[in-house]
Each structure stands twice: as structure tokens, then as C-alpha cells.
């Protein structure tokens, strides 16, 4: 289960991930080395977006944290692709520390 923190626009977001028994810390994400991602200024208030969209990294992890597959994220919203998804995913998971 994904939980994302309620952060200001334009912030790094932490995520915090619980598997039965496992428990992970956390570190900020640097999204500027995810080249899937982009943030600009001017677009959807500075929020992290899927490169070429006006989609926020943070529509991923809510729907994702509200019971939806990766498939129906990407059926729900049709501009972002599945490597984008993945990279995104995977990048996400390079910040877990297991504790």
C-alpha cells in the first residue's frame, strides 16, 4: 500500500511503503533523475508532471493508493505511457530503505 504525504506544490514527495511485516523508511525523491518526469514552473503549478502531459506523478500513487491497477491508471489517463509508469514506479522504489 502506497501512502504519498501531503506536501506544498513544488515539493519532493516522500513515500512511505508498509508490506505485512516490513517496514520502510524513506528518503526524498529527487524526481530530476527520472527522465520520464518533468517540472515546469508554468505548468499545473510547478507539480511534478509525466513528460509531454499535464499529469501529476501524484494522480499515479493516488490511484494506485485507492485500490487501481496500473492498467487502469494508464485506460484513465491515455497520455501516459506505460515506461513512464514503470520508470516512475521504479524510481520510486530506489528511495525505500528497509528498517
Same mark, same amino acid.
Given at each position: 500500500?502506497?501512502?504519498?504525504?501531503? +506536501?506544498?506544490?513544488?515539493?519532493?514527495?516522500? +513515500?512511505?511503503?508498509?508490506?505485512?511485516?516490513? !517496514?520502510?523508511? $524513506?528518503?526524498?525523491?529527487?524526481?530530476?533523475?527520472?527522465?520520464?518526469?518533468?517540472?515546469?514552473?508554468?505548468?499545473?503549478?510547478?507539480?511534478?508532471?509525466?513528460?509531454?502531459?499535464? +499529469?501529476? $506523478?501524484? !494522480?499515479?500513487?493516488?490511484?494506485?493508493?485507492?485500490?487501481?491497477?496500473?492498467?487502469?491508471?494508464?485506460?484513465?489517463?491515455?497520455?501516459?505511457?506505460?515506461?513512464?509508469?514503470? !520508470? $516512475?514506479?521504479?524510481? !520510486?522504489?530506489?528511495?525505500? $530503505?528497509?528498517?
Amino acid at each position: 500500500m502506497f501512502w504519498l504525504s501531503n +506536501i506544498p506544490n513544488g515539493a519532493l514527495p516522500a +513515500i512511505l511503503v508498509r508490506r505485512q511485516s516490513k !517496514a520502510y523508511d $524513506v528518503r526524498m525523491l529527487d524526481w530530476a533523475e527520472c527522465q520520464q518526469v518533468e517540472h515546469v514552473e508554468d505548468k499545473v503549478s510547478g507539480a511534478w508532471v509525466f513528460r509531454g502531459t499535464r +499529469i501529476p $506523478v501524484r !494522480a499515479l500513487f493516488e490511484n494506485l493508493e485507492s485500490g487501481a491497477s496500473v492498467d487502469q491508471f494508464l485506460e484513465w489517463f491515455p497520455g501516459v505511457t506505460h515506461e513512464q509508469v514503470t !520508470a $516512475v514506479l521504479e524510481h !520510486a522504489e530506489k528511495s525505500l $530503505v528497509e528498517v
